[in-house]
């Protein structure tokens, strides 16, 4: 077989399985007639995707007329993926099945964020999914980390992650090294995008934007439904735009960061210098949110986030005219203290134009976003390879 044979046929198999995944129960003869393809190529991929145990066959459907025709459904539990996301304060890990179906999960708070100590402790989770998961033909087929920082095209390097204090950190190495499986890094504002689009609040648009906003801020771009990267795979760093000129020192090394203003960090940090009857080291975003229905204080200076991001998002909007924008991350706890300041804001200043035809969203899966979405990208790298060299 030619490269250019092998090329189409891999394509096909590809297109098969999509459509068994999106349309099952499905017979032979639908996806023969939804993709165009030949009956006899159709039983053949078919066939190769029964043999490694990635699709099955049920009971027979509805006849139009001759044999009634045997279904065909997918797999979820031929195998496991493994998705981490690295915040600043805790690292979130979960098990799912190739359908992104959560299987099981762990998360555990961190104060300190040297390479080391953080390292030891993304091991902890992911021996705890491992030992988790089920058993299946494949097993765990590979594990995906969503960091907060700048991640180059190939996804070995971690160049910057100004909240953690990392560069030049090679995590993709050192996990493959450990557990001997295949390793995907990835922002995790664009796994939280990619999350939101596959599973989410964005199934239904091709054009979004998902904000996660947390200790600091990231930006995730879906244009006309493909995650945008940048001619790098540096974009999305929307957190270090510049909204106050003269503002506060960012530790990008830059000054009037919107991250200072509107995130998490921002939030706990005015919050201590308010007249509150918890010890500062006690403060957290749960509390807050929970005192904020008693302290006009605390509701106010939600109000003011809440306005400081919708000036980021006004900036957004007037750029991209997306039809979307999903907000993620921790902050989606605090989101009836936040919505109204941020559509204020939002109204006010975005053009008219631009506010016509768009959604402004909370996660719908909340904190999973960005986990939920770098564990896809795991199974979508294990359905695209050779999977017959490895039953």
Not at 290 to 312: D, V
Request: proline share 3%.
């Amino acid at each position: 077989m030619t490269w250019n044979q092998q090329l189409v046929k891999v394509n096909n198999k590809s297109l098969v399985l999509q459509t068994i995944k999106e349309q099952a129960p499905v017979s032979r003869a639908d996806i023969s007639q939804h993709l165009g393809l030949t009956k006899g190529t159709i039983s053949s991929l078919v066939n190769e995707l029964l043999e490694e145990k990635i699709c099955y066959e049920s009971g027979p459907g509805e006849s139009s007329g001759g044999r009634r025709p045997v279904m065909l459904l997918f797999n979820e539990c031929a195998g496991y993926s493994i998705g981490i996301d690295l915040g600043v304060n805790y690292i979130f890990g979960v098990l799912t099945d190739l359908s992104g179906n959560i299987v099981c999960e762990k998360m555990k708070p961190i104060n300190k964020t040297n390479y080391e100590e953080t390292f030891l402790t993304i091991k902890e989770i992911i021996q705890f999914l491992l030992q988790s998961a089920p058993k299946s033909n494949y097993g765990v087929v590979g594990i995906g980390i969503a960091v907060p920082g700048i991640v180059n095209n190939d996804g070995d390097n971690i160049l910057l992650a100004p909240n953690l204090g990392w560069k030049n950190i090679n995590l993709k190495q050192d996990i493959e090294k450990e557990y001997n499986l295949p390793v995907v890094i990835d922002n995790e504002a664009n796994a939280g995008a990619y999350g939101e689009k596959r599973f989410g609040a964005g199934k239904e648009y091709e054009n979004l934007i998902y904000l996660s906003v947390g200790i600091g801020i990231g930006v995730g771009f879906i244009l006309n439904n493909e995650l945008y990267r940048g001619a790098d795979g540096f974009s999305g760093e929307m957190g270090h735009m510049i909204i106050e000129v003269n503002g506060n020192e960012c530790r990008c090394g830059s000054t009037g960061c919107w991250e200072l203003y509107a995130s998490e960090q921002a939030l706990l940090h005015q919050a201590k210098s308010l007249q509150l009857s918890i010890k500062p080291e006690a403060l957290s975003l749960e509390t807050l949110v929970e005192l904020a229905k008693e302290n006009e204080e605390i509701n106010s200076l939600f109000y003011q986030i809440g306005r400081y991001l919708g000036i980021g998002i006004t900036n957004i909007i007037n750029t991209f005219n997306p039809q979307q924008i999903i907000i993620g991350n921790r902050l989606t706890l605090a989101k009836e203290l936040l919505l109204q300041p941020i559509m204020e804001a939002v109204e006010i200043h975005s053009l008219r134009h631009n506010q016509s035809n768009l959604k402004i969203n909370f996660a719908e899966l909340t904190n999973y976003s960005a986990a939920l979405g770098v564990s896809a990208y795991v199974t979508e790298f294990f359905l695209k390879s050779d999977l017959h060299e490895k039953i």
